[in-house]
């Protein structure tokens, strides 16, 4: 038995039509992948450079006009000399430094502090500003050591702080609590935000470090770090998001939650 010979497929006059198109498209998704990394490499290192350079450019602008003429590289140089001012507010915070670390440096700093402590509106600037650089620089200072989760504005809703310290003082004495300081920072301006006292068993520590928590403050969750927690603790839940939408929970001494109506 014969089988007659199978026609091959018309020529449409487009020979290798679909492969062509594929590699067209493969080619153009390349060059957008290039495009984008390349944002993703130059855009953080110029934004850097940027910044940096607005804050040289505005340190130079006013402390570069205070050196006398005679004294100004500048005068004898044919170009300007970029980071000059910044250069020079450092070496002289240095000294500064230096000298109040001996006995007339000691002598001359108490007696200024007796000065500001007469003035009535300025000693209440300087006391607040001077406790809060030593908080904050002083090394042996526990503050933004650690970030924790806590249910703000209310309950059910999650928010990132950082530790500033345990309560003390009046706000600790008249709460029956042991409260704790967390600052609530803002997105994406994390220098602004909330101090809150609240209940250590209420706060949940986080494993990630305060550098990588206010990367994720300041990206708006974009940018989120890893669990480095073990496998086994990653699939234990520590808190809920669920909350009663048609009851209130009265609070009680003994912490017992009372569930209440809100029609009542």
Known sequence: MNVPPTDPPPDDGNPGKGPLIQAKMGFGARLRAYFLAG?????PISLTFYLAWL????????VTPLIPV????ETYLPFSMPGLGLLIVVVFLTLIGALTAGFVGRAFLHTSERILAR??????LYGAFKQILETVLAQKSQAFREAVLVEYPRR?????AFITGRTEGEVQNITEEEVINIFLPTTPNPT???LLFVPRKELVSLTMTVEEAIKMVISGGI????????????KIPLVSAATYEDVDVLRERDRAPVLVSKKD
């Open 55 to 62: 804050f040289i450019d505005f340190v130079d602008s006013r």
């Open 39 to 43: 944002i993703l490499v130059t855009a």
């Open 156 to 160: 059910g809703i999650w928010a990132i």
């Open 223 to 234: 940018i989120t770090p890893p669990d480095r927690r073990p496998v086994e603790e990653q």
């Open 119 to 124: 003035m009535p509106v300025i000693r209440n």
């Open 192 to 194: 602004s935000g909330f």
């Open 70 to 73: 005679t004294y100004n590289p």
